[in-house]
């Protein structure tokens, strides 16, 4: 990871918000998660960062991909499509699962020439794939719990596993074929009994679709690996044995494993640098102003559910104070407890573990554009 005094080199030279990503974690991170999960090819989901440059590096290491959007679809593919091997329709599914249940028909009509692998988890939607991407192979979106994990999933996607079997043999029975299952436990999932739980539903519902007939290849068991945002996550090698046993006690040897990890490659590997562009006394209490926001770099704090933690380059005795974002907009709350030392204008500060969920919701508002990128150790 960058040192300090790269951080402030880096803010010196780039100005500020900076968003700094160290690509030898991001390296690191796809190494310890295949290392853990040997029998898992992982599907980075773009989405938690997409940064092209990301996907380069995780191609590199060896990454396939999960995108929700033909934009992201096409992101993949460009940067993948000179590379590939003899079989190029081994190669899309080797490489990409397009993993949102539901997709405009324009979407399914554009991908339908690279033949894709896409999810469905209703009736509605495995007719509009019949109809708009025929040439499609699909994988049957699970529910499951989602109990006690940061970013719940299940209430908006998933099909009941009452309803499971049929909706495999409704696909077959219109001709497309059932290639896989998958499910998602909840992105930062810190109940680890989520996916024994999903493990065994999915279980069930293969044995049950073997009996109507249906042998299915792929399980996909999704996202939610947990970062060590702090110290009460439990370790991911925790997780990866128990994930491990119940694969190998519940499933066929040739069955073909992958998951969406997303927030797992990339939250440890950015930094984020800001300067200080205000400062005022609330009621006894310190108050910054930084040049980024919740609509910005730290759009986390809204739609992640993720609490930032701010450090200051200076050194000298702490307090607890407010710190807040440029925008004009009340609800602009970066953290209200916030150890710092008593800083000045245009003073640093700077955000770890904020590479996941974060510029990739940035917006403009307030005309405050973007914090500017910048890719270390590619
Ligand atoms: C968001 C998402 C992921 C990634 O989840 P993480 O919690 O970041 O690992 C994977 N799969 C699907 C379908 C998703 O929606």
Not at 110 to 137: C, F, M, S
Not at 254 to 266: C, Q, W, Y
Request: charge should be neutral.
């Amino acid at each position: 990871m960058a040192t300090t005094r790269q951080l402030q080199a880096i803010a010196a030279q780039h100005g500020t918000p900076v968003l700094v990503i160290d690509h030898e974690i991001i390296r690191r991170n796809y190494a310890k998660y295949k290392r853990h999960l040997p029998r898992v090819q992982a599907y980075y989901a773009v989405k938690a960062n997409p940064a092209p440059e990301i996907v380069r590096t995780l191609y590199g290491a060896g990454a396939s991909f999960d995108v929700a959007s033909l934009p992201e679809f096409m992101l993949v593919y460009e940067k993948i499509k000179h590379l590939p091997p003899k079989d190029q329709q081994d190669f899309i599914w080797d490489k990409i699962i397009f993993a949102n249940p539901t997709k405009p028909k324009e979407t399914l009509q554009a991908l339908d020439r690279y033949k894709p692998l896409v999810t469905y988890d209703n009736r509605n939607e495995l007719l509009k794939i019949k109809q708009h991407a025929p040439h499609a192979g699909v994988v049957l979106r699970l529910r499951v719990p989602n109990t006690g994990s940061m970013v719940e999933l299940s209430s908006k996607f998933g099909c009941d596993s009452g309803e499971a079997v049929d909706l495999i043999c409704a696909a077959f029975d219109i001709g497309l074929e059932v290639e896989g299952l998958s499910f998602h436990v909840g992105s930062q999932c810190a109940n680890f009994e989520n996916f024994v739980q999903a493990l065994n539903i999915a279980a069930a519902v293969l044995r049950e679709a073997n009996t109507r007939g249906h042998a299915i290849k792929i399980l996909d068991i999704g996202g939610g690996f947990p970062v060590a945002y702090d110290r009460h996550v439990k370790p991911f090698s925790l997780l990866a044995r128990m994930i491990n046993a119940e694969i190998d006690r519940l499933f066929p040897r040739n069955m073909e494993i992958l998951a969406e990890p997303g927030r797992f490659f990339v939250a440890t590997a950015a930094t984020l640098v800001a300067r200080i562009i205000g400062k005022a006394v609330r009621d006894g209490k310190l108050c910054f102003f930084i040049d980024d926001s919740v609509y910005h770099t730290f759009s986390g704090i809204i739609f992640d559910h993720c609490q930032y933690h701010l450090k200051a380059f200076k050194k000298g005795a702490t307090e607890v104070c407010a710190v807040y974002g440029q925008t004009c907009d009340g609800m602009d709350v970066i953290s209200q407890s916030e150890q710092l030392p008593d800083l000045q204008i245009d003073d640093l500060v700077y955000s770890e573990k904020i590479g996941a969920y974060s510029n990739a919701s940035s917006t403009w508002f307030n005309g405050f554009p973007p914090a500017t990128v910048v890719h270390i150790n590619q």
